[in-house]
């Protein structure tokens, strides 16, 4: 399979703490990417997980776990601009493609 | 000093037409890619060149054309435009074609309407 699953919707605070979980079934899986992508904008990269652990840049964190199949985006310190739309992505190390998920719009309230 | 662009920007053309979006970028990188996003945020790769070689061909009409004259361009031209075609289409780009070692690099979009 090559799906990735990811919450549609999340809703968090203004200086919360927030995870997007990321659960994936992909054969040669060679770690979890995460994109950012603010309405209107492009999708920018964020971080990149090849092994099990915690990637730390910022308020932004990522984690993977390959034994679980799951990696989770954490954004601590919520600023109003992470308003966006969050998306966990696979690299395919068959051809030159990246398998996305159908992304996570985080809500931040005042 | 963009890294990636597109143009045009917005595209709004009738059912049956013929339209072209160009990309490019000055970043040095082998690897462009053209993405489909549709209303739904669904972001799906279409194509994928290296070193001006088309490596990855999806599932893609035949009515989609990619071009690129130089690793730096890449094009996308479609012809007999369908309303289904409507959605936003991203140009990309990363250092290599082995997609685990380099992140991609995303154009601002090109929003096609077609009507």
């Known amino acids: 399979g090559q799906s990735l699953e990811q919450p549609s919707e999340v809703t968090a605070v203004e200086g919360a703490i927030v995870q997007i979980n990321c659960t994936y079934q992909t054969s040669g899986f060679y770690g979890l990417s995460w994109y950012q992508q603010h309405d209107g904008g492009a999708p920018t990269f964020l971080s990149y997980?090849?092994?099990?652990g915690l990637e730390e840049t910022g308020r932004f964190s990522s984690f993977l776990s390959r034994s679980d199949s799951y990696g989770y985006l954490l954004l601590q310190e919520l600023q109003m601009k992470d308003s966006a739309s969050y998306f966990c992505?696979?690299?395919?190390?068959?051809?030159?493609?990246?398998?996305f998920g159908s992304g996570t719009r985080l809500s931040i309230r005042p | 000093d963009t890294a990636v662009s597109q143009t045009p920007k917005y595209l709004v053309t009738q059912m049956g037409n013929d339209k072209s979006i160009k990309c490019e970028q000055n970043?040095?990188?082998?690897?462009m890619y053209w993405y489909k996003q549709d209303s739904k945020k669904f972001l799906k790769i279409m194509f994928s060149y290296n070193n001006k070689e088309l490596i990855i061909n999806e599932t893609v009409p035949n009515r989609f054309s990619p071009k690129s004259p130089d690793k730096a361009h890449l094009n996308l031209h479609i012809n007999s435009l369908e309303l289904g075609d409507s959605a936003v289409y991203f140009c990309?780009?990363?250092?290599?074609?082995?997609?685990?070692?380099?992140?991609?690099?995303f154009g601002p979009g090109t929003r096609l309407t077609v009507l």
């Open positions: 992505a696979s690299p395919r190390s068959s051809a030159s493609k990246i398998i």
């Open positions: 970043l040095g990188h082998d690897t």
């Open positions: 997980n090849a092994l099990d």
């Open positions: 990309a780009s990363s250092q290599s074609g082995q997609t685990y070692l380099s992140p991609q690099y």
